[in-house]
């Protein structure tokens, strides 16, 4: 068996891939399990094992293409080219597909999911896997013609991220309470409502023992490591106030909410790839 996967097991595994994907975005039940069986018989001898990290760098290429990934196919991003070529044309006719996700991003949430311990949400951040590149580390590579991104698309629901700060200033409430701190908890402020969007943070908290906490809010329907899209004031302001500002983010948001948080300045706990850039004619 040879290491290098040829153009028709490349292919058949992204088809087998987006397949999964739509069903997923559409909330219907698969198999990854049988669908790994299944491929087996149409791979180069390949193992299990080896399918599974061939998704995961389907994944990786997607999040790079605007997508959403698959739930528990956590992104490897040392994928070959040929890969990142098969995903990108495949998605340029993958109308169902990309019918499936803009439904799944542009989806209305009213109201933040009945969550029965909140401060049971929180969780480490996650750690990406060593192979991953480091932003710089390499020439980019050409994202092709894709249509929309469709991660920035879901960052610009309002509604979804109105009910993740909501559900983050309950979280706050509940976690000054149970500290004893209730004089600090009648004070957090959801200043995005109150004062507006041009902060940099969306809630005024406080630590235990007065300090201010500033509290940015991120939210997603997808998994801990789909990216976040941050303004230039926010980055800045996670700078400028580094002692105070935290970075609160939520995933998962549709199912069983789940936050990790990234204390200080996000330039020093991400990794920061400008995508657009404020153009002037010379």
């Not at 004062?195 to 997603?220: A, M, N, P, W, Y």
Request: charged share 25%; with cysteine; net charge neutral.
């Amino acid at each position: 068996m040879s290491d290098h996967w040829s153009q028709e097991e490349v292919e058949a595994t992204v088809s087998d891939y987006l397949e999964m994907l739509a069903m997923e975005l559409r909330g219907q039940t698969f198999n990854k399990a049988k669908h790994n069986r299944n491929l087996l018989s149409r791979l180069n001898q390949r193992s299990r094992v080896a399918i599974e990290l061939k998704h995961q760098n389907i994944s990786a290429v997607l999040i790079g293409l605007g997508y959403p990934y698959i739930d528990g196919y956590k992104p490897l991003f040392n994928y070959q080219e040929l890969l990142h070529r098969v995903v990108t044309e495949r998605l340029m006719v993958a109308t169902s597909l990309q019918d499936a996700a803009a439904a799944a991003v542009e989806q209305s949430m009213e109201m933040p999911p009945s969550v029965n311990d909140l401060l049971s949400m929180q969780v480490a951040p996650p750690i990406r896997a060593k192979e991953t590149p480091k932003l710089y580390d390499r020439e980019p590579r050409v994202r092709g013609l894709v249509v929309r991104n469709y991660l920035e698309m879901e960052s610009r629901n309002r509604s979804l991220g109105a009910a993740g700060e909501k559900l983050v200033v309950e979280y706050e409430h509940q976690r000054l309470w149970k500290a004893g701190k209730r004089d600090l908890a009648d004070r957090i402020e959801h200043v995005s409502n109150t004062k507006g969007d041009h902060l940099g943070f969306d809630i005024q908290s406080f630590e235990t023992d007065g300090r201010e906490r500033l509290i940015e809010v991120k939210t997603t329907r997808f998994g801990e490591l789909t990216p976040f899209f941050a303004s230039k004031n926010e980055v800045e302001v996670s700078a400028q106030r580094e002692a105070e500002y935290q970075l609160y983010r939520l995933f998962k948001f549709n199912e069983q909410p789940r936050l990790y948080i990234l204390p200080g300045s996000l330039r020093k706990s991400c990794s920061l790839d400008p995508i657009q850039f404020s153009v002037l004619p010379s």
